[in-house]
């Protein structure tokens, strides 16, 4: 089922954002990001964070907030994550280095993902590599709290 979204763009920082109103946020999270983390829980069954931030998703309700980048942790296994097919931080530094060409010439940026409870980073690595390289202080997030 095809939803249209109404995208707002807001400006921080010099940062172009396209966020969802308040009513939206839990629609496009069970539509688009909820999708994304059961594939890539069948691909990769020995990921553990993709079936903790399915449950996660399911149990918070997600508002879009400003706060500090620096306020956001990684996930320490993800970033650690090294097989043979996959070495998840050399993967990130190419993504980013791809979205930061884009993101120089304005492209603009989804909102990061966080556990407000944790303060843990759940979707929006690329993005968040490419704010930190970029000096970027505050940050907007669909931030999920109980």
Not at 42 to 58: A, G, H, I, V
Not at 67 to 82: A, C, F, P, W
């Amino acid at each position: 089922m095809k939803r249209d979204y109404r995208w707002k763009y807001r400006k921080l920082e010099g940062v172009c954002w396209n966020t969802l109103p308040a009513g939206m946020i839990r629609s496009y999270l069970d539509g688009f990001i909820r999708s994304e983390w059961i594939q890539d829980s069948r691909e990769f069954p020995d990921q553990p964070w993709t079936p903790e931030w399915l449950e996660q998703l399911s149990r918070l309700s997600f508002s879009l907030k400003k706060i500090s980048l620096e306020g956001i942790i990684l996930r320490k296994d993800l970033m650690s994550y090294n097989t043979p097919q996959d070495n998840f931080a050399r993967s990130l530094e190419i993504r980013a280095d791809e979205l930061q060409e884009s993101f120089r010439r304005g492209v603009s940026l989804e909102p990061l993902l966080i556990n407000g409870e944790t303060m843990e980073l759940m979707d929006g690595y690329t993005r968040y590599t490419v704010l930190k390289r970029e000096g970027i202080q505050k940050v907007w997030v669909y931030r999920g709290m109980k």
